[in-house]
């Protein structure tokens, strides 16, 4: 590694590692290839990482397999041990991970510990999780005959991994696998392997079986080929995705050949809705960090912002004022409150749903332009006012910190707009009215719905969509963990009275 020097210093340099793992063994990719991990915020790159491809799919799943003969039995306690373990583990390493994940994703320190502490929060769920699965037990109709069930891991589980959020997405899906005593091949994102790394090592310091989390790097060029490889492999029984939905439903064909268990976390275009009633200040609180976390780049954030028509101009101005204030910088630098996009691809995008939107007749009322003075992926903080339903915002994810206002007049019509999308993983609602709450609640097309708020993630709370943002949940009481467990039943006749 010695051609790149590392743009940051770490307590524990040894947590850096820059080769996949597959059981014990650190590796590079049959083909000796390998790819370059670029920091965001100055677009130099700082390590390099193997480029897998889909011949390197094998090894990985028969690692995984063979530790799921073993894991399959270990007793739920000491899966909940370990999993606390690899807890405290990343408790202690909170600094050296801030600085990696923010060299990766380019989000600012703040948020990269904000990013941590949520994820930690999913293996101490997880660890509560293990030993709470439960199997059931009845009285059938037919006479002295018994039904049970019982919950078994279904296996190998493979994890497609984004890079907005490397640790969150990572631990999430790790955590409710091991849980439930699968065994996981992990495919980092190509912007960001090194955490997804550094968490494997974690893992094995925390004592956590080899072969239990294997990690396989790869570029954006062998990403398809070995997603599709891993999705086929015979002994992957469930895979787990999150990414865009045009990506979800390849994954879901490639899944379809096996029949394998699929989690789809896919796009949102969600919804955020401000009635006359709402608390304004409570709405722009929340909407200044639902919107403008990581520039945008989260699938849960405000995409379309409706605000009824008795508070928009006032709501709008407000929103403008502090958007003002926030500081585009790099991530590292202490006083940065946002940094570049995680890739240049996402700074066309952008570029393009805001010509479309001002073409159309949106106002830019702030930013709107591609930050050029400096190197990285920066772009300024968008206000587009006077939004209309045929522009690009209006159809698809802008994964850019762009606040796009619609104005809307009654509650019939903002719950219209809001559902007329093809997406449905979040919706926000800000009212004081508790009846229109209870029926925003009820109407909004989407799987989860912040009420008065926009921050809903947690560990406890079971996090996915409907209709094209994906099924499945992560996180959650049993829902998550039943995710990768089959359901067994047992039905046994008795003799004798009973
Ligand atoms: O972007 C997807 C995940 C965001 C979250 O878990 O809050």
Redesign the pocket.
Known sequence: MAQYQLPFKLADPSLLKFDSIIGDKWVGAKSGKRFEVLDPGTDKAWASCPANAAEDVSAAVENAHAAFEKFRKVNPRQRAKWLLEWHNLTVAARDDLAQIVTHETGKPLAEAYGEIDYSLGFLWWFAGEAERIQGSVSTAAAPNRRVFTIKQPIGVAAALV?W??PI??VLRKVGAAMAAGCTMVVKPSPETPISALVLAELAHRAGIPAGVLNVLTTDLENTPALSEALCKHPLVKKVTF?GSTRVGKLVAEHCAHGLKKLTL?LGGNCPFLVFDDANLDQAIDQLMSLKWRHAGQ???TANRIYVQAGVYDRFAALLKERTSALVVGHGAVADTTMGPLTTPRSIEKASAQVEDARRLGADVILGGNAVKSQPGYFFEPTILSGMTEEMLISQEESFAPIAALYRFETEDQAVKVANDTSMGLASYAFTKNIDRMWRLLENLEAGMIGMNTGNS?AAESP?GGIKESGYGKESGKDVAVNEYLVTKTGTMTLEGQY
């Open positions: 984004p907005n959020f969150a997405m999150t976390e989260a699938c849960i993630s996090f």
